[in-house]
């Protein structure tokens, strides 16, 4: 075992870090992209340096890391890359925006970059948690904007007061996370997607459902926007998303 304290944020401690890695261990098998934290606020009360700060975390430091990791991975021709999304990448919630929108880029990267590397022996799972029971709702982890509007008093106070009431009482067992992904690590086919808690579950039943039914009430509409065209061709697209 070794441990190695690195800022995820700046490329060359990712990058020594993996070499460190190397040179203990001979390779790497498993990257689990688990850094980030909650930027919390309604998006009209946030910053773009706030914003920046989040993605340069939430999605520029699994950048750098995976980065740096890959070409160890290539090379073996093996390899699994947890990154870990949130509940929040398949939702979006109020007072979560920019901090969603950092889950949902890190899922779209996810989706892509298991396509481009899974020729290589390496697979990429998206985990996606609800609440389990971190410091993440802990006052030291999560931040908040610092320029309140009146209109959303109400319900900042409202929202806030019950992400303090969770904070230490999440049904999510970190260790039971753990060892799933530990079993996910050595499955010959994992899945692209791996809810984690019972909250987790059901609310992604409820999305996929609401999904469907939108899907199906407005397929005549979306469909109508292919143009008249003489001849067309998908072909590249097609295998570019399969």
């Given amino acids: 075992m ?9 490329a060359g401690q990712a990058r020594a870090a ?8 001979g390779g790497i098998d498993v990257l689990v992209n688990n850094a980030g934290y909650g930027h919390m606020g309604f998006f009209e009360e946030l910053t773009i340096d706030d914003t920046r700060a989040q993605f340069e975390t939430n999605v520029f430091g699994a950048f750098n890391v995976t980065w ?26 109020q007072m979560g925006s920019i901090y969603c929108a950092s889950k949902f880029a890190l899922e779209g990267f996810s989706e892509a970059l298991d396509k481009e590397v899974s020729p290589f022996g390496i697979s990429v799972i998206i985990v996606e948690p ?3 029971r971190t410091d993440f709702l802990a006052p030291e982890s999560l931040q908040f904007g610092q320029n309140p509007i009146s209109d959303y008093d109400e319900r900042r106070a409202d929202l806030t007061t019950g992400m303090a009431q ?9 260790a039971r996370l753990a060892s799933a992904l530990i079993s996910l690590a050595s499955e010959a086919a994992p899945p692209k997607r ?13 999305k996929l459902v609401g999904m469907r039914d939108e899907l199906a009430s407005w397929r005549h509409l979306s469909t109508s926007t292919d143009g008249d065209f003489s001849s067309s061709d998908v072909v590249g697209l097609l295998a570019q998303i399969k």
């Fill in 18 to 25: 993996v070499d460190l890695a190397i040179t203990r261990f």
């Fill in 130 to 132: 609800g609440p389990f």
């Fill in 166 to 174: 969770r904070n230490g009482k999440q049904p999510g067992d970190p």
């Fill in 68 to 93: 740096a990791t890959l070409p160890v991975m290539r090379s073996a021709r093996k390899g699994r890359i947890f990154n870990v999304s949130s509940l929040g990448g398949l939702l979006g919630g």
């Fill in 194 to 206: 791996f809810l984690a808690g019972s909250i987790a579950v059901e609310a992604a039943d409820a």
């Fill in 2 to 10: 070794m441990t190695v304290a690195l800022d995820v944020s700046d």
